[in-house]
């Protein structure tokens, strides 16, 4: 299934505090662009309360009365654009409840915000993000409060940044970069972070990576390949600062080969100001045949 296929139905993670309006807005951009309705998720997680094991009755049903009527409003907001929606209520934490409204919706997406470069918000929904990548069925974009401020925020008409990655989910993140860039019609900028042998055998492997993963540079959509070298996160952000992205994407695997609890995903989205859309590995079979002329044989 392709990614305009599969982006039908937008999950869009709600906490009802104000910090999921950058979320908010690239989730109606995305469903407005891709004709998807949108459910709009709010978890009431019993790790709030204490040591309880469950929310108290009395808590719960005023919590949710409130919330249903924050939730109708914004429901109503939507559909004034021609946005349909819908609300769900669980009572688990976040990544499980997201997980779960996503594969009984059949979503093809599901958007959360970050709490922004202050503190310790970004170390936690990081780690959430991350957790929630590799156990979602379809892609995950997180995005900052703070995203449309602070020198490293997207230039309108920013271009798609793809951070290329030789791993399972690489045909996949290739497929949804560009469909994005040519939806929205932006240029697509493709990053590969040399190893440490190409770079001292002076090798630019540009080419031969557009060609593995199928992108190649058309009339909707013009392709550039950029190279740094360094560790991966710090070539990244670099080339955040350079060139101002949009939107960065990136393959992510639903195991981490990294050391420690965590790998470059969680880093990547705990520091990245820039929207980050970790697509996990396709979990259907992936026809052969290009999507648009565009994803060949991988």
């Given at each position: 299934?392709?990614?305009?296929?599969?982006?039908?139905?937008?999950?869009?993670?709600?906490e009802l505090d104000g910090q999921e309006e950058g979320a908010l807005e690239y989730a109606r951009k995305l469903a407005r662009a891709y004709d998807a309705r949108m459910v709009l998720?709010?978890?009431?997680?019993?790790?709030?309360?204490?040591?309880?094991d469950a929310v108290p009755d009395q808590v719960l049903?005023?919590?949710?009365d409130n919330t249903r009527a924050a939730l109708d409003k914004m429901a109503g907001e939507l559909l004034r654009e021609g946005i349909h929606s819908h609300s769900e209520i669980r009572q688990t934490t976040v990544a499980q409840m997201l997980v779960d409204v996503a594969r009984r919706?059949?979503?093809?997406?599901?958007?959360?915000?970050?709490?922004?470069s202050e503190g310790a918000g970004p170390v936690v929904v990081?780690?959430?993000?991350?957790?929630?990548?590799?156990?979602?069925?379809?892609?995950?974009?997180?995005?900052a409060a703070d995203w449309n401020a602070g020198p490293h925020r997207p230039h309108p008409g920013g271009p798609v940044l793809l951070a290329m990655e030789r791993n399972e989910a690489a045909p996949a993140a290739a497929a949804s970069a560009y469909s994005l860039a040519e939806t929205f019609k932006r240029p697509l900028l493709v990053l590969h972070v040399r190893t440490a042998a190409e770079a001292s055998a002076f090798l630019n492997p540009c080419e031969t990576r557009l060609e593995e993963f199928g992108l190649r540079p058309s009339g909707h959509v013009p392709v550039e390949c950029i190279v740094k070298d360094g560790a991966t996160v710090d070539a990244i952000m670099s080339a955040i600062e350079m060139h101002h992205p949009a939107i960065l994407v990136v393959g992510?695997?639903?195991?981490?080969?990294?050391?420690?609890p965590h790998g470059t995903a969680f880093t990547l989205l705990a520091r990245s100001r820039v929207p980050v859309l970790c697509v996990p590995p396709e979990t259907k079979h992936m026809p052969l045949a290009q999507e648009n002329g565009v994803l060949a044989k991988v």
């Open positions: 299934m392709s990614f305009r296929e599969g982006l039908k139905t937008i999950v869009l993670a709600t998720a709010y978890s009431v997680d019993p790790v709030h309360f204490a040591a309880v049903d005023g919590l949710t919706h059949n979503a093809g997406l599901i958007v959360m915000g970050a709490k922004g990081g780690a959430v993000a991350e957790q929630l990548v590799r156990m979602a069925p379809c892609p995950v974009l997180a995005v992510v695997k639903r195991t981490s080969g990294a050391p420690g």
